[in-house]
C-alpha cells in the first residue's frame, strides 16, 4: 500500500511522522517527494547508495528553416512558454512543463525536442528501509516531474510512505494521487485547522481515504478536533508538546530509536492506517 | 502609431491597470486618431505565463509601444524581441495617459520592473 503523508500548514510535523513509522514498518519504502528541500536523509542516513537517476524535461527545439511561424505552437501552449513573431519563436523555459503539445500540433514537423536535466532521484537503504528521495536542482521552479519520476521507483509488493512537501499546489497533489490513504499532520491552532480544511478539500477531491494525527496535541485549543468530528474524519494519533521531541528532531535523530515509548504511538498510526484502508 | 494601454475598464477613460500581464483589458489606441479597440484579457487570472501571452496580444495586434504601470522580465523580453517599446509608471485614465506619451512624458523601460507574478492576487496584498 501506498501511505501519503501531507499537511497543507508548513511545519507541522510531517517529516517526523514519515520518519517514525517507517522506522517501525519493518520492510518498507520511505519517498521523500518534498523534492525543492528534501531532508528525509537527515534522519533516515541511507547507508548504501543504489544509484542516482537524473530527471530530464523535454524542451521543445524549433528548427526555423522549417517554422512558418503559424503560432498554433504558441496558441497549443497551456502553460504560454512558447511567443511566435514574425520571423522568430521566442521560448520560455521556465513556463514550460515539457508536455509536447506545441510538436504534437505544428504542422511542419518543425518541434522537436531535447532533454533538459531539472533535478535527480536518489535511491539509497539503511537496514531494512529503501529512503527514495526526489531532488530538484536549484533554481529549477518546477518539482512535480521529479516527484513522479521517485514514485515510479517504488516496488508496489512493499509498503510505500510518502512524505509530501506542504501545502496543497501541484507538487502535493503530484504526491497525494494514486495513494491508498493520506495522513494529513496537523496542530491544534487556528493556523493549523485553517491549513487542515484546504488539505481536507484536496484529499476529498482526489477521493483518498485520510485521517489526521495532531502533533503537539497539548497546546492551542480544541477547533481541529470538533472539526474533525464535524467533518467525521478519524484521528489517527494525538504527539504531545514534548521538548524531548524537537530536541531530537533537531538532532537529525529518530524518536522512535531515542525515545523508545513513542514505538508504540508511531505504530499504532500504521496499524489504523491499515484497519482503515482495508475497510470499506 | 498604434499603443496598447493597459486598463481595468473597455475605454478611454477607464483607469490604467498597473499590472501588464494580469490587467483585465488593453485598449489598442491609435495615436494620430484616437480610434480604439478594446480587448478582455483572457490571461488575467491565468497561473503562469500572463506576461507573456499579453506580449503575444501586443505584437499580433500590432502595437509598436506599451503603456502600463510595471511590467515584468517574460513580457519585457517578449516586447523587446518583437520590437514594442514599454513605458511604466503610467496613472490616471488611458487617455491622459495617451497625450502624456504623446508629450514624451512617460517613462521608457529596457529591462523589467517587476517580478514574476507580481500581478497576481488583485491587490489582496
Known amino acids: 500500500m501506498i501511505l501519503a503523508v501531507a499537511s497543507g ?92 503539445a506545441c510538436s504534437f500540433v505544428c504542422p511542419e514537423g518543425a518541434i522537436s525536442e531535447r532533454p533538459k536535466e531539472i533535478g535527480r532521484v536518489e535511491v539509497g537503504k539503511r537496514g531494512s528501509l529503501r529512503l527514495i528521495q526526489g531532488v530538484l536542482h536549484v533554481g529549477e521552479p518546477m518539482p512535480s516531474p521529479v516527484i513522479r519520476k521517485a514514485k515510479a521507483l517504488i516496488d508496489p509488493s512493499l509498503m510505500a510512505i510518502l512524505d509530501a512537501p506542504p501545502g496543497t499546489s501541484c507538487p502535493v497533489v503530484e504526491t497525494v494521487k494514486g495513494a491508498d490513504f493520506c495522513c494529513l499532520v496537523t496542530e491544534p491552532t487556528p493556523f493549523g485547522l485553517y491549513d487542515l480544511t484546504l488539505a481536507v478539500g484536496m484529499v476529498k477531491k482526489l477521493g483518498i481515504k485520510m485521517g489526521v494525527v495532531l502533533n503537539r496535541a497539548d497546546v492551542g485549543d480544541q477547533g481541529v478536533r470538533e472539526y474533525l468530528q464535524g467533518e467525521e474524519i478519524p484521528l489517527l494519533a494525538e504527539i504531545p508538546f514534548d521538548p524531548r521531541i524537537s530536541e531530537v528532531c533537531s538532532r537529525g535523530g529518530l524518536v522512535v530509536e531515542e525515545l523508545p515509548h513513542y514505538r508504540g504511538l508511531f505504530s499504532s498510526i500504521l496499524l489504523k492506517v491499515k484497519e482503515l484502508s482495508s475497510g470499506g | ?74 513580457a519585457m523580453a517578449g516586447l523587446q524581441a518583437a520590437g514594442v517599446k514599454v513605458y511604466v509608471g503610467a496613472e490616471g485614465t488611458v487617455r491622459k495617459s495617451v497625450e502624456l506619451f504623446k508629450e514624451g512624458r512617460l517613462q521608457e523601460a529596457t529591462s523589467a520592473t517587476a517580478s514574476p507574478h507580481s500581478g497576481m492576487g488583485r491587490g489582496r496584498w
Open chain 2, 1 to 74: 502609431m498604434k499603443v496598447v494601454v493597459t486598463a481595468s475598464g473597455a475605454d478611454l477613460d477607464a483607469p490604467v491597470d498597473p499590472r501588464f500581464g494580469r490587467c483585465s483589458f488593453f485598449v489598442i489606441v491609435d495615436t494620430d486618431t484616437m480610434a480604439f479597440e478594446a480587448v478582455e484579457n483572457q490571461a488575467a487570472m491565468a497561473a503562469g505565463g500572463a506576461g507573456v501571452q499579453a506580449a503575444q496580444l501586443v505584437a499580433n495586434k500590432g502595437g509598436q509601444a506599451v503603456i502600463t504601470g510595471n511590467i515584468g522580465p517574460n
Open chain 1, 9 to 100: 500548514k508548513g511545519g507541522t510535523g510531517k517529516t517526523l511522522v514519515a520518519t517514525n513509522m517507517a522506522s517501525v514498518a519493518g520492510e518498507v519504502q520511505l519517498v521523500d517527494c518534498d523534492a525543492e528541500e528534501p531532508n528525509v536523509h537527515l534522519f533516515i542516513k541511507p547507508i548504501e547508495t543504489e544509484g542516482v537517476i537524473p530527471v530530464t524535461l523535454s524542451l521543445p527545439q524549433i528548427d526555423e528553416g522549417k517554422c512558418t511561424h503559424c503560432g498554433r505552437c504558441a496558441e497549443a501552449c497551456e502553460y504560454h512558454a512558447l511567443m511566435v513573431l514574425g520571423q522568430q519563436v521566442l521560448l520560455f523555459e521556465e513556463l514550460c512543463h515539457g508536455c509536447g
